[in-house]
């Protein structure tokens, strides 16, 4: 649980780690139900209506200005975004 | 003018466009509505303060002589899943308090340009979980049948507005019912298009792979008219229909004219029975199958073995789609941003906010979909479940070869009580269960009164769902059953309703 | 920080059979981001562009905004596959990969899972001595690039120690092609060779489909340098498994993709020799240093959760677009590299001395530009050569063909001297403007005035009055010690030649 919630990024308390536990229990034995009638032969559908290769021509469209791009920014500096100092590795 | 806040959007139109009354007192007269009520019924996050500017922008251009569209000058609300540039977009949560989008959503561009004048962003559930709006940040909307009763969810705010008569229209989204389910307890109307008829650009979203935004009125015709000009192709959707559509206010007239019901085949879900739900309901629904085959409509049984899994598979699909729409929320770019100690780094920071910003339910569902797709269990879980839309959707296609639509009740119960079912998301989910195939399969549906439930005179709906692409069908059945039944109660039903703030 | 031991290379190789794999990242030169309208800094029209200003909403990931797949980019993704010899996927899809980090604008990557846009081919490469290795090509597909993060505040300006990041979002969505070799066998003791020159291949053929700017020193193109050692076991027994790999980024030129896989042979050799293991792990090149450093160990943590992207449709490439650029395609590399050795008359290893130089294409473009190869050759792996590894750049950057031919032109024409145009090229590449701008505002062009080259002579003779008469007396190079003065005092600007033989001319005259 609380490995989830590193990997979602919430900082769950030990109160909200309980809880939390004990309601998707429930809801994870519930769902278990779906692999009844989920057999290998049954293709899965990831979008309702088939479409495909839907594109945009190569041109510039509607793009934001640099105030807009930062307009609700929580904190910026010389032009761009701030944070806080980063733990993890670049990928 | 009290009585311009009764009239349907229709009727309101047409008095704008025959100078009976202007948009400036249309809109002012709403206005004076929502400070009336909104102390009992809470349906709005934001009243737009521009709303009377712009409702004199387009008498200006009538009085001009220039020939606007249909619905111009009339007001709307909008549901606070859909950003605006001049107005907050909050999605019902904490975590976006004060965003202001640079960009307006397609719809909302698209309304505008119609000449409707946005009136306010109303209340929901928090990022559209939920089916009662409890789980809205800014505390619940009331239903204005019953003021200590939910008025469904997510879009119980844009629902309660509109059956409050605090706006003639309002935009809503649906994901698993939040449009139906809501039109179902307050005795409106509400539409889910086919998935991809109508732009998601701008709606922020929950599962992209379910989300629409569809009309939220009190008549068939209403809702056809909105429809008419938030639909079609937009090429900032990749998922949405490249075809042209019928107008849906035309098949709307069509339906009221009176032929559609004569030969039409109506499905009711064997494994749907209605007799689990709530007694009044379902005799609300019968009785308005029965008065279609009055008509000459042909009420048939069809199978659909797999609806049973629905809500299972779409309690997978949906949290875990979620969990990635959701990331973007990290305190960086907008929004909120919790820094809990002095040295934090933005991963303390990033999860700071999360759990400060985000509600329980929209945390629980987060976790959930993150384990839904983690390694070991996305063929189990989230892949399983898609598999289950595959088979949702044959189960269609198999029906909808022998009948035209197929009807169900909007949903199992009335309006339950405020706090009533907060402990137990469970029972929760399951009020979705008739409206979540829909959303599964892209199938559109929609939502009208079918009349009060015995018990407790709460209003019940009944739901037509349509083969994907035929929503004009479901504005046809929908207005000549709203004919028929409207002529039989001799009114609308909202005429029933019970009077607020003082004022009728 | 310790340094690592290092194991003699050869040594290594005597033990160890290295195993090799590339994951290279190509940045195509669209003229807008892979799924947003909004102009790509990879395009070299925004090259310059201010931070944030390259932005539309869904490379911020704001609230409602939905991406919208690029036309052209699917055009290069294709020729780009076709080109390496793969085949063409008749469906590819969009998948997320999911992960929190602030470079991000949604905080998931939309990239290609289990359905690539293409997928096994191969790439002949050509060694410095003319071996041909042909490199096995897993996949390429598609993915979006992320924002550039500033680290501020700390010693290093790297993010360990940092006090807050800058984020600039201009680089979020920009079109990437990933290119995945499979593990790479057989390379022996050649392996880092190898691996410079497949970059290279791969810039080249990216460069001749026009799809990208290839400059690794700006990001173009990136090299992530896969190696693992296993053991060599005795011949008839079955081979040992394959090692533990790191995985080494920051890799920012051909040259170090040679020398951090040499380095990395070296390091894991002296540890697994002690005894120990090697950690699966991220490293860091170090360019200055010339060593790479671990980075944060490849753990369980990296659950991408991948599903496949619902915002975008499936990609099917109708068979006549693929066969239409297929018949675009330019010639590979090593029949291209054939061709233009023959056509310029190149011996095997001058040619090469131009291939190994990374210089190719710009020979090619500068005798385009009118120079004879020769005097392209000369250029490009002499002098340029020579200043690009003086301040450790590419030479390729330091001065346009166009530029190199112009100045050849005028030692051509007996304006400047082989000796003055190295010092126009100097101001050439210093940004003083084209060779003939820099003559013009230097005045370095060769004095032609027969008459101040005899002023000049006259002077220098009488300095040294006993020349003349060594050279009548037949000793020619004693002409030497005149030519030299004459040249000092018009401080190179005189064509020695033509000095020399006024000097002759004077003292037959005499």
Not at chain 3, 334 to 342: D, G, H, M, Q
Request: charged share 25%; hydrophobic share 45%.
């Amino acid at each position: 649980m609380r490995h989830l919630g590193v990997l979602a990024r919430i900082q769950l308390s030990d109160e909200e780690v309980e809880h939390l536990a004990g309601q998707l229990a429930v809801i994870v034995d519930n769902i278990a139900k779906v692999s009844e009638v989920a057999t290998p032969d049954v293709p899965a559908t990831s979008h309702p209506i088939p479409l495909s290769n839907v594109f945009r021509p190569d041109e510039v469209g509607r793009t934001l200005t640099h105030e807009q791009a930062l307009q609700n920014a929580p904190d910026a500096a010389d032009g761009r975004f701030r944070v806080t100092a980063i733990l993890g590795e670049e990928q | 003018m009290s009585d311009v806040i009764r009239l349907t959007a229709a009727e309101l139109a047409a008095a704008l466009a025959a100078g009976e009354v202007s948009s400036v007192e249309a809109t002012r007269a709403h206005l004076d509505r929502i400070a009336a009520v909104e102390p009992e019924i809470h349906a709005f996050l934001h009243v737009h303060d521009g709303a009377v500017e712009a409702a004199g922008a387009i008498d200006r251009r009538r009085a001009s002589g220039e020939v606007l569209p249909p619905l111009a000058g009339v007001p709307l609300a909008i549901k606070d899943v859909l950003v605006t540039t001049d107005m907050p977009s909050t999605s019902g949560s904490r975590i976006l308090e004060g965003y202001l989008s640079p960009f307006d959503a397609t719809v909302v561009a698209r309304a505008r340009a119609a000449g409707l004048v946005p009136l306010g962003k109303t209340n929901m559930d928090e990022f559209a979980m939920g089916s009662s709006t409890e789980h809205s940040a800014y505390g619940p909307t009331h239903n204005p049948w019953a003021l200590d009763r939910i008025p469904g969810g997510s879009g119980g705010g844009s629902a309660a507005a509109v059956a409050a008569f605090e706006a003639p229209l309002a935009l809503g989204s649906d994901t698993g019912g939040s449009i139906r389910q809501p039109a179902h307890v307050t005795g409106t109307v509400g539409v889910k298009p086919t998935y991809g008829a109508v732009s998601r650009y701008g709606a922020i979203a929950l599962a992209s792979s379910l989300d629409q935004v569809g009309p939220v009125t009190r008549t068939v015709l209403d809702a056809g008219l909105l429809h008419d000009v938030i639909g079609g192709h937009d090429h900032d959707d990749s998922t949405s229909l490249a075809e042209e559509w019928p107008s849906f206010a035309d098949a709307a007239r069509e339906g009221a004219r009176g032929e559609v019901l004569r030969g039409l085949r109506v499905g009711v879900i064997r494994e749907l029975p209605d007799s689990g739900f709530q007694a009044g309901v379902s005799a609300s629904f019968r009785a308005a199958l029965a008065a279609m085959e009055a008509q000459g409509a042909e009420i048939v049984e069809v199978s659909a073995p797999h609806f049973e899994y629905g809500v299972a598979a779409y309690y997978l699909i949906l949290p875990a789609e979620a969990s990635s729409n959701l990331a973007k929320f990290d305190s960086v770019r907008f929004g909120m941003r919790v820094t809990p100690h002095v040295g934090s780094t933005v991963e303390d920071v990033m999860a700071a906010t999360r759990d400060a910003g985000f509600g329980d339910e929209v945390k629980r569902r987060i976790i959930l979909g993150t384990y839904a797709l983690s390694a070991g269990y996305y063929d189990a879980y989230y892949g399983s479940a898609q598999k289950v839309r595959t088979l949702i959707q044959r189960d269609f296609d198999a029906a909808f070869a022998g009948v035209d639509v197929i009807a169900t009740p909007s949903a199992p119960t009335t309006a339950f009580r405020l706090g009533e079912k907060l402990d137990d998301p469970l029972q929760m989910y399951l009020n979705d269960v008739t409206t979540i195939p829909a959303n599964l399969a892209g199938v559109p549906g929609i939502s009208i009164p079918s009349g009060l439930a015995e018990e407790d005179g709460l209003p019940v709906g009944i739901q037509f769902l349509a083969p994907a692409r035929q929503d004009a069908r479901l504005y046809r059945v929908g207005a000549a059953l709203e004919a028929l039944l409207v002529d039989e109660w001799g009114g609308p039903l909202l005429d029933r309703a019970p009077a607020l703030g003082g004022v009728r | 920080m310790a340094r690592d031991t290092l194991m003699d290379f050869e040594r290594a190789l005597e033990l160890f059979e290295p195993v090799m794999g590339f994951e290279v990242h190509v940045e195509l030169n669209t003229a807008t981001k892979m799924f947003s309208a909004a102009p790509n800094p990879a395009n070299s029209a925004n090259h310059d562009a201010a931070p944030n200003t390259l932005i539309a909403p869904v490379d911020l990931g704001l609230p409602g905004s939905l991406p919208v797949v690029n036309e052209e980019a699917i055009r290069s993704s294709i020729s780009l596959g076709l080109a390496l010899g793969c085949s063409i996927a008749p469906t590819s899809r969009f998948a997320r990969k999911n992960y929190f980090y602030p470079d991000l604008g949604k905080n998931y990557q939309i990239s290609q899972y289990d359905e690539p846009i293409a997928f096994e081919g191969r790439v002949e490469v050509e060694l410095a001595d003319g071996t041909i290795v042909e490199v096995p090509i897993e996949r390429a597909h598609m993915e979006e690039d992320a924002g550039k993060l500033t680290h501020v505040g700390g010693a290093t300006g790297r993010i360990q120690g940092a006090e807050y990041s800058l984020v600039d979002y201009n680089r979020a969505g920009v079109p990437l092609v990933e290119i995945v070799t499979k593990p790479i066998l057989g390379a022996e003791g050649r392996a880092p060779e190898i691996a410079r020159a497949y970059v290279q291949a791969i810039r080249d053929i990216v460069l001749a489909l026009g799809i990208s700017e290839g400059r690794m020193e700006r990001g173009n193109l990136r090299c992530d340098a896969n190696v693992s050692l296993r053991r060599r076991t005795a011949p008839g027994e079955p081979p040992a498994p394959l090692g533990t790999r790191t995985e080494t980024k920051n890799v920012n030129s051909t040259r170090s993709v040679e020398r951090a896989v040499r380095y990395e042979i070296q390091r894991q050799a002296a540890i697994l020799e002690a005894g120990g293991t090697i950690t699966q792990e991220t490293r860091h090149w170090h360019e200055d240093t010339g060593t790479t450093s671990a980075g944060r160990p490849k753990s369980d943590a990296d659950d991408y959760r991948y599903f496949p992207e619902p915002d975008l449709l499936p990609v099917a490439p109708a068979p006549e677009l693929i066969e239409s650029l297929r018949a675009e395609l330019p010639e590979p590399p090593v029949a291209r590299r054939r061709r233009l050795k023959a056509d310029w008359g190149f011996t095997d290893l001058e040619f090469q001395d131009v291939v190994n130089g990374g210089i190719l294409a710009e020979v090619e473009a500068t005798i385009a530009a009118g120079a004879t190869p020769a005097a392209a050759r000369k250029w490009w792996t002499g002098e340029i050569t020579r200043i690009a590894n003086a301040r450790e750049r590419e030479a390729g950057g330091l001065v346009s063909p166009v530029d190199v031919a112009a100045l050849q032109a005028l030692v051509d024409a007996g304006t400047l001297t082989d000796k003055l145009a190295r010092q126009v090229l100097e101001g050439v590449i210093a940004g003083e403007g084209g060779p003939q701008e820099v003559v013009d505002a230097r005045g370095l062009a060769v004095v032609s005035d027969d008459g101040a080259l005899i002023a000049a002579i006259d002077e220098a003779l009488a300095a040294q009055p006993d020349v003349l008469e060594k050279i009548r007396d037949g000793k020619v190079q004693a002409a030497g010690a005149v030519i030299g003065a004459v040249m000092k005092a018009m401080r190179g600007q005189a064509d020695a030649a033509r000095v020399r033989e006024l000097i002759l001319e004077r003292a037959a005259a005499s």
